[in-house]
């Protein structure tokens, strides 16, 4: 299934647009079938202000972030680091023009860049050109790495639409190197996704997460609706209907 296809349907399955064709079906018959028009608007404004509250959809991606753990690299070696794309920042005015990497994938870039500091493995990064990009995102990621950050990419996969591509063609590089145990980069919400989709692809995954969900206080701003919490329970229901996608996948695969 192609990556517009994939991501139209989703679309209609997460938030907001799910809420607010939830709230226009409740609207149509609420001169027919009043009752149950007054129930869908009811739970449709209901999950809206549940989605759109810091803290709900902060707790919602915690409950992803548990199935992981920060990586601690005394206990844990690898062969590998395997960073994961992020997006990619279109058309940077600040960098002449050209795609650049996300704001997203920047972070997963710094965790990387520490984590071979710190170990000395090999670099791969993996993405490519979802959205028809002039540059993948493994170009972009491997430019930032050794410009900005002076770091060596050894690998990079550019063919890849979507994390089961990643973790399938990454393999196939990284199978001809005599690698299979990697460090996986990613946030700590993709983890859970990602680590089975790497595993299931034959490699022995050992969890490297980054950007955990972290709040610096619970007060009354938790509870207060905003654009931002949002965004973050579409990530989580993105996450889960991922995950469910992938194994249904790989069952049918086998």
């Not at 690299?73 to 920042?89: E, F, H, M, P, R």
């Not at 989709?197 to 490297?208: D, H, L, M, N, Q």
């Not at 980054?210 to 509870?223: E, G, K, Y």
């Amino acid at each position: 299934m192609s990556w517009f296809i994939t991501n139209f349907i989703a679309a209609f399955l997460l938030p907001p647009l799910s809420l607010l064709l939830l709230l226009a079906l409740g609207s149509f018959l609420l001169y027919r079938r009043p009752k149950l028009a007054r129930l869908l608007i009811l739970a449709a404004l209901a999950l809206l202000w549940l989605a759109s509250t810091p803290y709900f959809a902060e707790g919602a991606l915690h409950l992803l972030e548990r199935q992981t753990s920060p990586l601690d690299i005394k206990l844990q070696n690898a062969d590998a680091i395997v960073i994961l794309g992020g997006g990619t920042y279109f058309h940077a005015p600040e960098y002449a023009g050209q795609d650049t990497i996300s704001d997203a994938a920047l972070v997963r870039l710094r965790y990387g860049a520490k984590l071979q500091r710190d170990t000395g493995k090999p670099i791969l990064v993996t993405g490519g050109k979802p959205l028809g990009n002039s540059t993948s995102e493994a170009l972009q990621m491997r430019m930032a790495l050794e410009q900005d950050f002076h770091v060596p990419v050894s690998w990079a996969e550019d063919t890849s639409d979507n994390t089961f591509e990643n973790a399938h063609q990454s393999f196939r590089i990284l199978q001809e190197a005599g690698i299979r145990k990697i460090y996986l980069v990613t946030h700590a919400w993709h983890m859970p996704r990602s680590a089975e989709t790497f595993r299931r692809a034959g490699f022995e995954v050992i969890e490297a997460p980054t950007a955990f969900t972290t709040r610096f206080q619970t007060d009354l701003f938790a509870f207060l609706p905003c654009a931002e919490s949002l965004k973050d329970s579409k990530m989580f229901i993105h996450e889960v209907i991922g995950l469910l996608w992938y194994r249904v996948k790989s069952a049918a695969s086998n």
